[in-house]
């Protein structure tokens, strides 16, 4: 059985147990926050979340943990079996985690926890999202799915990226995703149909109402 460390609040978190819930795998979740302990650092190096404990070790960043469930369980596969197709929701994964994740995240604490944000940080991730998601449109296929015809883990990961940069933007540009990816409101519907999508969503706001109040 695989151990999963983080904690449900956490998108790259969710991503990973979306991963392990579609393919049908068991695993137990081992309630983690980042740290900085010794024996932390010793599963997941830069001591974040999340960590996926299999029989011959721990592996860690998110990308590299979905790689291996497909490769150790590809009878339900979310990489399209062509390799350029696969490059393709690879690009489109790597685009959202740059140029999407990790501009919003530069906010997420003053959006969700009361830190400082400047006025020069507010105006420099503007302009980053603009560009980020001017590049992200141009990949994006949402016929339905994200990366095509397809579900595939650029699905998982747009969507847990999409649904907390969200908040982000909302909360501290006034900015609403919806508004600056064309299709992303139908896709969002569309992944919200899934069980264990909603399943995940429920452990995550009750954990984030918890945090947060
Ligand atoms: N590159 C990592 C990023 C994971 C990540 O940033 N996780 C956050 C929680 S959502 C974390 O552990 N943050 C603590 C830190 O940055 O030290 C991955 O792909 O798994």
Redesign the pocket.
Known sequence: MYKLY??P?????NMVKLALLEKGLDFEEVITR?SQEESYLAKSP?????CLEVKEGPI????V?LDYLEEVSGDRPFYPEDAFQRAKVRELMKAT?LYLELVA?RLLGGALFGQEMSEALKDEVRGQLDKGCAALNKLLRFSPYAAGETFTYADFMLYYTVTLANIVTQKALDVSLEDKLPGLADWLALMEQNAHILSINGERDAALKAMIG
């Open positions: 983080g904690f609040v956490s998108n790259y978190y980042p830069m001591g974040k979340i999340p860690s960043e998110t990308n943990i985690e995240r």
